[in-house]
């Protein structure tokens, strides 16, 4: 249940060095369960050979027009079947090829057929790729639809040091499931909150808990991906940026509500993933405390209850909880979601190893303000961000 599920996707490998990381990107797709079919150029097969690229999708691959004698048209027909293309590596010689129409191997003959989106990704020397040449062959593809993707800096493998390195394998993925996304959430603003929130005992420990932000970091990627300008309020996570949003750090309980309540006066919608800390110590202390007695006490103050306070604050925004509970999860989802002046409230229990903090899936029941509770099964996050955000699209529809 990804949004790239079921999807006919065509993976075209050009001959350079990054191919390797090809082999990666192939396997993130298919885990996504996507159907993939793969097209190599025969330099592309001096790097990493074709069985492969056929062993991880389970499908032929196509290195020429006329294969085994073969003299059938697979390019055309994968052409026309095809849901979105994406060409990693995209050498200059391919981007040449592509940008002047010239056909003359299996991947820049199929290419000429292709009418669904196209994501190229260059990878090539720093100085090829600032090339004149170059840069007017990628102009003429952006005008041409394809959307490209900016290569990564750093040092290549010939010894220069530059742009020119294929973007990592997730960051493909990432685009190109916002390449085929509808941008349902065009010119909204989302705000997410993710992670844990650390309340200092003293300049060496802290009140925290187990939240790993991988919830709230696929909130903000879907809610991207679907248009939205998104801006993402994080306690301490080990998670990188998602792409194009804007991220907002923080610390405490403290500077999470004065973040939120900063980023509430421009938002459309505000979803709350994070896992604050309900209390913090009265007296932190300014040196490390020394283990000195057998038994100390911490005298705890509660902190604000930032959810609830922007119940009271909403106006016209849609407003969403999360309740991470280990028990009685409908009857204390619905009351925070009565208490809170919510629009819908996320519940699951955690404690299993599928679902809650630090997993990759999560097994929730969204319960809705008019009443109405539906169980999800067990999914990866990503997948449970983007069925959320179909429900938030539904409710603003409706209440127009």
Known sequence: MTVIADKNVVLCVSGGIAVYKSVELLRLLKKQGANVRVIMTKNAASFVGSLTFEALSGQPVCTGLFENN??????????????????????????????????????????????????????????????????????????????????????????????????????????????????????????????????????????????????????????????????????????????????????TAGEMADAVFEQMKVSDIIIKTAAVSDYRPKDPEKHKIKKQKDEITLNLLKNQDILKELGKRKKDQVLVGFAAETQDLEENAVKKLREKNLDIIVGNLIGGSASGFGSDTNTVALFHKDGSRESLPTMEKDAVAHILLNRIVTYLKNSM
């Not at 973007?167 to 010119?187: F, G, Q, Y």
Request: proline letters at 9%; hydrophobic letters at 40%.
């Open 70 to 251: 073969d003299p059938s048209i697979r390019h055309i027909e994968w052409a026309q079947e095809a849901d979105v293309v994406v060409v990693a590596p995209a050498t200059a010689n391919i981007v040449g090829k592509f940008a002047n129409r010239i056909a003359d191997d299996a991947l820049s003959t199929f290419m000429l057929a292709v009418t669904s989106q196209v994501i190229l990704c260059p990878s090539m020397n720093v100085n090829m790729y600032k090339s004149k040449p170059v840069q007017r062959n990628l102009e003429i593809l952006r005008e041409d639809g394809y959307f490209i993707m900016s290569p990564e800096s750093g040092e290549l493998a010939c010894g220069t040091a530059g742009p020119g390195r294929l973007p990592e394998p997730e960051d493909i993925l990432d685009r190109l499931i916002s390449c085929i996304t509808p941008k349902d959430l065009r010119n909204k603003t989302v705000i997410v909150t993710a992670g844990p929130t650390r309340e200092p005992i003293d300049p060496v420990r802290f009140i925290s808990n187990p939240s790993s932000g991988k919830m709230g970091y696929s909130i903000a990627r879907a809610a991207e991906q679907r248009g939205a300008d998104v801006v993402l309020i994080t306690g301490p996570t080990n998670l990188p940026d998602p792409l194009n949003v804007s991220v907002v750090r923080v610390q």
